[in-house]
C-alpha cells in the first residue's frame, strides 16, 4: 500500500455548507489512504463544530503566517479579494501544516465525483485544463525570473503538492528577492488586476521547469455550477460523473463589491 497523502482544505465561511460534501468526495474518491484532514478557516464557532463533526483538524487560519487577510491590501472599487489571495498563501503553507510528505489542496467549493489517482508509478499525477488568466504568468515571470514552463494551466481547483519541492520553490523566490515569499508574492503582483497570482500555476510551473517528464498530465473536467450543493439531486451527480471528474459551486458575488 501506498504511504498515506494529508489532505488541506482552505475554508472561507462562505463555504461552509459545501464542506461535507468535500470532505466525503475525498474519502469515497481519492485513492490513496488519507492520513490527516486539515481545514484552515477562520474561527468561527460554526466551523470549528463543523469540523469536529467531519473528523476534521481544524487550524486558525491566523495562527499560520505573520500576516492575516488584515495585512492584504487587493481590491478596488469593484472587487475585494484579499482574502482569495490570503488562501492561497494558505495553501502554499502546507508544507509546515501537514505531516505527510505529499498533501492534496482541496478548494472548499469543489466536489470529486469520479475517483482520483495523485501518485502513479512514483511520479505526481496533475489534473489540468487548456486555458488560464494571462496576467498569472505576467507575475510568475516577474516572480521566478523566467516564463511559464508548460503549456497548459494547472488550475484545476486541486493539486497535490509534495513538501520537499514546495519548500524548495519557497527558497528559491526568498534567496531572489531577499524577502519573504509572500511579501515577494504581493510585490511582483499588479494589484489593479483581479486574477494576478494562482499558486497552482507557480508550482505546477515550478516543477515542470526542472523535469517536463517528471509528472503526468490529465485533464481536469471541471463543472461549474449555479447554487448550493444541497440543490443538486445525486441522479445528477452521476450523470454528471460521465463527463466531468469534479463540480464547483462558486459563489462569485463574495468577490464583488
Known sequence: MSAPIDVLIPLAVK???TLPAVVRSVRKYVKHPIGRITVVAPPRRKVIDLCRKLNCRFVNENAVLPITRKNIRYSSRKWERSGWLFQQFLKLSGDV??????????????????????????KPVFYCRG????????????LMGSGR???FSFVAHYMLFNKTMLARLKRFIETRHRMRWYDAVM???DKSKPYAFSEFETYG?????Q?????????A???????GVRRISPERLRRLAGKYRSVSFHKRKAYLR
Open 131 to 142: 486555458w488560464s488568466q494571462p496576467e498569472y504568468f505576467r507575475t510568475y515571470r516577474r
Open 187 to 189: 510585490r511582483c503582483m
Open 205 to 209: 510551473n515550478f516543477l515542470y521547469a
Open 211 to 219: 523535469n517536463p517528464n517528471g509528472m503526468i498530465r490529465r485533464m
Open 221 to 227: 473536467l471541471n463543472k461549474s455550477i449555479r447554487g
Open 149 to 151: 514552463a508548460a503549456p
Open 97 to 122: 501544516l501537514c505531516k505527510a510528505e505529499n498533501f492534496l489542496v482541496m478548494d472548499a467549493d469543489t466536489v470529486l465525483i469520479r475517483p482520483h489517482v495523485f501518485i502513479s508509478g512514483n
Open 15 to 17: 463555504d461552509a455548507g
